[in-house]
Every structure is written in structure tokens, then in C-alpha cells.
């Protein structure tokens, strides 16, 4: 399953592809990302913005979410447990009036919750609403700016997704910005986002009647007033499944591209873009691509198909963007409307990455990982003759290290209790021998880090700290888990803090994962 494309790949496919997975945990249709972007093309268009700043609009409309999943743990607590099902109503809210989102924010939180728990989650979103919205803009502002940096993107393009949330009045977070020092790109993105978005939910007037109704406020009154001279630009925007060869078409010129050597760097991007949503799940990504790789090798498969294997399991999880963080952090067994749903992260996996050729290679064996060799697994429920060996290599990768690290429901099994369980699945069937042996060598040729000096100058229990921090724990639980006592940890926290420029959970994590301090 070699990736090797005979040019070198469009940067524009690679994010397109990431777009239409944050549309996933948006709670939005497929490629409203796409459309939001060829509207803010038209509109910078009009207002006679030159071929960077509109290079710039171009990204900041395909990577506005980049941070969704940095922040869809705190927001799912918050809301009762399905952030996307919020989210896919609250979309337009970050831009609109005190009174709007106090309004909207009552209504939609714990919307599918019983009456008393709903009640509950109301009265802490009033206690703590403007606390929990600096936690939120934080995370996904920090999240998505270090994201960028990684995928190359311009320092207009992350000056964007740092002003997400700034409104032209300085009314906006997180640093109060107004007017023009609001990012150019992002001023123009965000009232092409909100008449989408807004176009969606309430129809095409309404949509016109919010960005009259904020123009000046929240939006740069220049920019509205773009949009609202010609209200048929709205009527024009494409369907689901129009979008994408016009979205490739209007890239503005240069057309930039990654090359075979850069396609790893993007795969590990995506690869913690996702493990992001799941604290529990941080460097799951990077560590089954680790095993799958050095199996691979073993097991004589050619440079090109080690490299496919390898980024399939970079890739493996990016479905998980479309199921709930209330089902992947449910502490006991789901049920089966959750199993369903669980069940579909494969197939939303496939489909996001056949949309990028440089990708596509990976699809189906990123999708097959949870494919059994006796038809048991999903989400094809295909057996032996459909999983080639790259793929066997995957489903024995992901099972070892999803078993070696805690999940809500369990604790981490031991080496040698994980080593059972593959070969158990050996002996009923459903795993490859081969595949696993080579697996479990490669496990066990993992050698243990042993750090000179710790980047950052950190301290080593500052780096336990932080291994924790990353992984989604609370100031009271590192304490538990270290022996210390909690106002220890906030000194650590803030010292950590300090060192490495970082001020979130999401930031922790992602520093975690690029200088392999996870394990």
C-alpha cells in the first residue's frame, strides 16, 4: 500500500481534508468549511484584497475549527456530554450580543438531558459562563495556532485563528483586540462563517439580518457591507459534494504543495489534531504508527508500504471527530445506540481521507482497524481476504497500545497481560499471527527514554506533571496520583507554564507529543 505521488501534494487537498473532519465535530454538514471559504474568497475578492491576503482568507476559513477537538473535552462536561450536538446549534454564537448567547446558551445546554440534570447544567453555565468561555476560547486559540505553525501556514493565517474569537468593538477575546487590529483575514472569514452558518440554521434572510444587525459590532462594517450590497452571494454558495473541485480551483495563486518528505509532518498534524479530543488518547495516534512501522519493517514489507502503514496509522483515528466525547469518556459500558455510533469513526475515517490524493493510498487500511480476520470486526465486517498484511499490521498496533494505556472504563493492562490478549485473538481467529509477532517484538524493542535534560529546562517532577497534565488529569487528581499535595501541582502547573510559553491543557499536550515525553 505505498504512498508515492507522482507530484508532489496541494497543501489546499491536505487541509480541505482537515476541514471536512472538523465539519464532523462541528456538528455540521460536510463541506460547509469548503463553502464558508469560496464566500470569504468572494467577499476579500471585493474588497480588492491582493493574492496573499487572500491566501490568508483562504486558510483561516479552511482551519477556523482547528482547535475544535482541543477544547471538546471541558465543552462536552459542560453541556452533558455531546458537544456536537451543541455545537451544531451554537455555531453562530461566539459573535453575537451578551443577550444572545446568554439566551441561546440556556437553551441548548443539556437539551437532550432529563429535566434535573438539565437544570444542573444550566445553573453552572450562569455561575461560571464567562470563566468557561476564556477556558474554551484559550484552549482552541492555543491549540490551533501551534497546529498551524506545524502545517506551515503564514503568520497572517495564525494571527486569524488567534482572533476567532475577537469582534470588531474589542468586545471580543481572548486579548480584547478591535477594529483594525483585529487580523484582516479573520475579519473577513467571520462574517462569511456566520451568513453560512447562520444561512443553515434560519434561512437566507435571517442570515443577511444578523450580519446587518452586527455590523460595526461584532464585524468590520467594510466586510459586511460587501456581503450585504449583493444578498444573492448566499443563494450561490454550493451544495454538499459541489464544493470541493471549485475549492481546489480557487486557491489563490502561488499554489502551494507538500512534498513526500513533508507528508509524515502533516500525518503526525492530523494525528494529534485528533488525539487531542480525548485526553486519555494523547500520542495514541503516534504510538501505533511507532509499532506499526517497526513491524512493518520486520516483516520485510518494502519502503513504500512501511511509509503507507505508517501514515494510515497516523490517520487511523480522525473519524473519532464525529462521536461524542460523552461515549469516549463514558466511565462504564455503552449501550447500543453508542455502540453505533463508535462504529462509524472508521468509516468517517475513509471518507475524509479520500478526499485528499496524497491520502488516499491510506484510506481503507487506515478504516480497517477495526476489521477482524473473522469477520467480527467493523465497520465493513470484512474478513481475512479483504485485509492485506499492512492492514493486519494496524488492527495488532492499535489493539497493544489502546490495551497499554488507561481508558475511562479501565486501567492500563501490563505487558505481559496485553501480550495474552493479542494472542488470544490469534487463537480465536481474529488477529494475524504474523502481524502480532512482529508487534510484539516491536513492543518489546521499544527502548525507555532516558532524558540528559528535559527541553525547556524542565524539572523532572515538572515533567510528571505535565505528562499528567497532558493527559487530561486535574490539579487534584496529579496530586493523588504523585503523593504531593495539590497547591504543589499549581506551582508546577504555573512554572511548567512559564517555561514553555504555553498556557492550556491543549498546549501541554501537543508540547508532550513533539518532544516524546508522553511515555
Known amino acids: ?10 497543501l489546499a487537498e491536505l487541509v480541505g481534508a482537515l476541514s471536512v473532519a472538523a465539519d464532523l465535530g462541528m456538528g455540521q454538514p460536510l463541506e460547509q468549511g469548503l463553502r464558508i471559504c469560496l464566500l470569504a474568497l468572494e467577499l476579500g475578492r471585493r474588497l480588492g484584497c491582493d493574492a496573499a491576503a487572500r491566501s ?26 455531546d458537544e456536537i450536538a451543541f455545537r451544531s446549534r ?17 437553551r441548548l445546554t443539556g437539551a437532550d438531558r432529563p429535566p434535573a440534570v438539565r437544570a444542573r447544567l444550566r445553573v453552572a453555565a450562569l455561575v461560571e459562563g464567562n470563566a468557561r468561555v476564556e477556558r474554551l476560547v484559550a484552549l482552541q486559540c492555543e491549540a490551533a495556532e501551534g497546529l498551524a505553525a506545524r502545517l506551515g501556514m503564514s503568520g497572517g493565517v495564525r494571527a486569524g485563528l488567534a482572533h476567532v474569537y475577537e469582534q470588531w468593538d474589542g468586545s471580543g477575546a481572548p486579548d480584547g483586540v ?10 473577513v472569514v467571520t462574517v462569511a462563517h456566520d451568513a453560512v452558518a447562520s444561512a443553515r440554521l434560519r434561512g437566507v434572510r435571517a442570515a443577511l439580518e444578523v450580519v446587518a444587525r452586527r455590523r460595526g459590532v461584532a464585524y468590520d462594517p467594510e466586510v459586511c457591507d460587501a456581503l450585504l ?10 451544495g454538499e459534494g459541489d464544493a470541493w473541485e471549485r475549492l481546489l480551483d480557487a486557491e489563490p495563486a502561488p499554489v502551494r504543495t507538500v512534498g513526500e518528505a513533508g507528508l509524515d509532518g502533516v500525518a503526525r498534524a492530523f494525528a494529534d489534531f485528533t488525539d487531542l479530543k480525548v485526553p486519555l488518547l494523547m500520542g495514541h495516534s503516534r504510538g501505533v504508527a511507532s509499532l506499526a512501522e517497526v513491524a512493518a519493517r520486520g516483516l520485510g514489507l518494502d519502503a513504500g508500504e512501511v511509509a ?9 483515528d480522525l473519524g473519532r471527530l464525529g462521536v461524542a466525547n460523552g461515549i469516549w469518556e463514558k466511565p462504564g459500558a455503552l449501550d447500543t445506540a453508542e455502540r453505533e455510533r463508535v462504529r462509524l469513526h472508521p468509516y468517517y475515517t475513509e471518507r475524509i481521507l479520500a478526499r485528499a490524493s496524497a491520502f488516499a493510498g491510506a484510506a481503507t487500511c487506515a478504516a480497517s482497524h477495526h476489521e477482524r480476520l473473522d469477520g467480527s470486526g467493523y465497520h465493513r465486517g470484512v474478513g481475512a481476504t479483504a485485509l492485506p498484511l499492512a492492514a493486519r499490521v494496524l488492527q495488532a498496533a492499535d489493539a497493544y497500545d489502546a490495551m497499554t494505556h488507561a481508558r475511562p472504563q479501565r486501567r492500563p493492562l501490563g505487558p505481559d497481560r496485553a501480550r495474552a490478549e493479542l494472542r488470544a485473538g490469534v487463537e480465536d481467529g481474529r488477529l494475524d499471527q504474523r502481524a502480532v509477532n512482529a508487534v510484539l517484538e516491536a513492543a518489546g524493542a521499544r527502548p525507555v527514554r532516558v532524558a540528559e535534560a528535559w527541553p525547556a529546562g524542565l524539572s523532572d517532577r515538572e515533567v510528571d506533571v505535565l505528562r499528567l497534565l497532558a493527559r487530561g488529569r486535574t490539579n487534584r487528581q496529579i496530586a493523588t496520583e504523585l503523593v504531593i499535595a495539590p497547591k504543589t501541582v499549581g506551582r508546577h502547573v504555573e512554572n511548567l507554564y512559564a517555561k514553555t510559553g504555553l498556557s492550556t491543557r491543549a498546549g501541554a499536550a501537543l508540547f508532550c507529543v513533539e518532544h516524546d515525553l508522553l511515555d
Open 1 to 10: 500500500m505505498p504512498i508515492t505521488p507522482a507530484n508532489d501534494a496541494r
Open 56 to 81: 490568508d482568507i483562504y486558510y483561516v476559513a479552511l482551519l477556523q475549527h482547528l482547535g475544535c477537538t482541543a477544547n471538546a473535552p471541558e465543552m462536552a462536561q459542560w453541556t452533558g456530554g
Open 90 to 106: 451554537a455555531v453562530v454564537l461566539p459573535h453575537a450580543s451578551a443577550a444572545e448567547s446568554v439566551a441561546a446558551l440556556l
Open 178 to 187: 478591535e477594529g483594525p487590529e483585529v487580523a484582516p483575514a479573520q475579519r
Open 229 to 238: 450590497s449583493d444578498s444573492g452571494l448566499l443563494l450561490r454558495q454550493p
Open 308 to 316: 503507507g502503514v505508517r501514515r494510515a496509522a497516523l490517520l487511523h
